[in-house]
């Protein structure tokens, strides 16, 4: 293959640097690859951040057993209990706000362990 003849380095060099239209192009089409490398990794982010919104917002948990799914159906695949049902976003901060109960003191809700030594 060999090496770019320096006659057309001196060309391209001078086609940069002349105020033609073949100059103008040429700095145009860096510029706007320049700028597309600069601005396709906030537009990839972007697009990344709306596609996680979007399967979270497709995510239901099982209130049985806490399994998180997608799945269409009513039950949850694991125990087999009803999932909940998607309300509208208006409702569901509310209805979240009013189901959390904080009357109840933490020790009925906390699990004790108790450690016994076992013997083999």
């Known amino acids: ?60 948990t099982c209130e049985a057993c806490g399994l998180s799914t997608m799945t269409t159906g009513a039950q949850c695949p694991a125990c087999g209990s009803m999932l909940p049902t998607k309300k509208s976003g208006a409702s569901t901060g509310a209805a979240s706000a009013a189901a959390v109960d904080d009357s109840r003191p933490a020790s009925d809700v906390t699990i004790d362990i108790k450690a016994e030594d076992v013997d083999a």
Request: proline share 7%.
């Open 1 to 60: 293959m060999g090496r770019f003849p320096p006659l057309l380095w001196l060309l391209l060099l001078g086609l940069l640097l002349l105020p033609t239209a073949a100059g103008r192009v040429l700095l145009d089409v860096a510029g706007g690859l320049l700028i597309t490398l600069l601005a396709l990794p906030f537009i990839l982010g972007g697009l990344g951040w709306i596609g996680w919104k979007v399967l979270q917002s497709r995510v239901r």
